[in-house]
């Protein structure tokens, strides 16, 4: 019989909290689910927030955050599991960051909350309760946090970095057509 001590439970309440919230919050987007918009609606949406393609953007977030919450709630690949809802969160904390931190005001403190949880999680690990301890712990090998993360964070910097382009594209082509306006 394997021992764990309150670490582990500590671990296994935050991986079910963490990890329940961002598979609900991801089968929104992936499936509708719990009266979220689809992959049509979602896409649209994320393609007025600057992240094209929608689509393809609703897809990748859908699944960062269903699948990313669904293996750090079993405490499965959990580096990787908690590197992909970590990204998807800074993603989201982008979309917010103008509105403040609040999120009663529209600002990012959610989306960073979750975010820091689920990086937090893959470098902690799962704790003994988890499906990674299970399997010998081979889906949670010590090289594999810095690599998650490190991959997560070059693409999620050139991800938002793209997004903030074309949202900065779009401001000035509005700033200049308003101009265009007042001079005739």
Not at 110 to 128: I, K, M, N, T, Y
């Amino acid at each position: 019989m394997t021992c764990f001590d309150r670490r582990d439970l500590g671990l296994l309440l935050l991986r079910l909290g963490t990890g329940g919230v961002l598979a609900a919050h991801g089968t929104q987007k992936l499936f509708g689910w719990f009266g979220g918009p689809g992959i049509a609606g979602t896409g649209q949406a994320m393609e007025s927030m600057g992240y094209a393609p929608g689509r393809a953007s609703a897809t990748a977030a859908g699944l960062a955050e269903a699948g990313g919450g669904t293996l750090l709630a079993l405490g499965l690949a959990t580096p990787a599991a908690g590197a992909a809802a970590a990204g998807a969160m800074a993603g989201a904390s982008a979309v917010h960051a103008p509105n403040g931190f609040f999120a009663q005001e529209g600002g990012y403190e959610f989306a960073a909350s979750l975010g820091l949880a689920s990086a937090g999680l893959a470098v902690a690990g799962p704790g003994r309760l988890s499906l990674d301890r299970a399997f010998g712990d081979v889906f949670n090998r010590g090289w594999m946090v810095p690599v998650a993360l490190g991959v997560t964070a070059a693409v999620t910097a050139a991800v938002v970095g793209a997004r903030n382009c074309r949202v900065r594209r779009t401001a000035e082509e509005a700033a200049g057509e308003q101009e265009a306006l007042f001079e005739q």
